[in-house]
């Protein structure tokens, strides 16, 4: 799969190339999309990561749902992944049918606590997503708590607005990764922090 992500192949030609020779259930096809980056970009990637230390004085965007239902798979000890590219991603496939969990407030805390120092945290939720609204509310409350300054709202573009933003953006998406600056890995961050150890391929 690697040979041929650093020959150009797309990665889902490859993906299926692989997966039908080995006959590989879908769940295992789904952690090759997921895990797999060709060399050149995961190594662009990687060089825009920022240490959690380096934000005191930063602004912060965060791609919400990617966060959140990542942290809550380390909190759930769901499998995690630590990708080619350096980013922790889970493999659950739940983020059109996410719904507010128990694990929800812990992993916002978890989160939320790597953000207090930072001098503004936009938290930025799907608007499509179901009671994204309430969720936001949420986010709001939990900030105000910890005196976070910053906002916590919903969007029809989240993946637009956080392409062009200027800020240090938080997400695991390589498509707005590859478009951005600088960016930090919070799961990865909370990872370290309760000593989780990602799946390696």
């Known amino acids: 799969m690697r040979y041929l992500a650093d020959r150009g192949y797309p990665i889902g030609s490859a993906v299926r190339f692989v997966s039908d020779h080995h006959r590989l259930p879908e769940e295992k096809r789904f952690v090759l999309t997921r895990v797999v980056v060709p060399r050149e970009a995961a190594g662009s990637r990687r060089r825009k990561v920022l240490p959690l230390d380096a934000l005191r004085s930063r602004k912060v965007a965060v791609d919400g749902y990617n966060v959140l239902i990542t942290t809550e798979s380390l909190l759930a000890g769901v499998p995690v992944y630590r990708c080619d590219d350096g980013f922790l991603r889970d493999t659950r496939g739940v983020f059109r049918s996410y719904r507010s969990s128990g694990l ?6 978890e989160v939320l606590d790597l953000l207090k120092n930072v001098a503004q945290v936009e938290f ?6 179901s009671k994204s609204g309430e969720l936001a509310g949420v986010v709001r409350e939990m900030m105000a708590e910890v005196d976070i300054r910053g906002a916590a709202e919903t969007a029809k573009d989240v993946d637009r607005r956080l392409k062009a933003c200027r800020s240090v953006v938080a997400t695991a998406d390589g498509t707005i990764i590859d478009a951005v600056s600088s960016v930090i890995d919070l799961p990865g961050g909370v990872a370290r922090r309760r000593g989780i150890e990602a799946v390696v391929i």
């Open 104 to 109: 929800t407030g812990p992993a916002l805390c």
């Open 124 to 129: 930025l939720l799907d608007q499509q997503m």
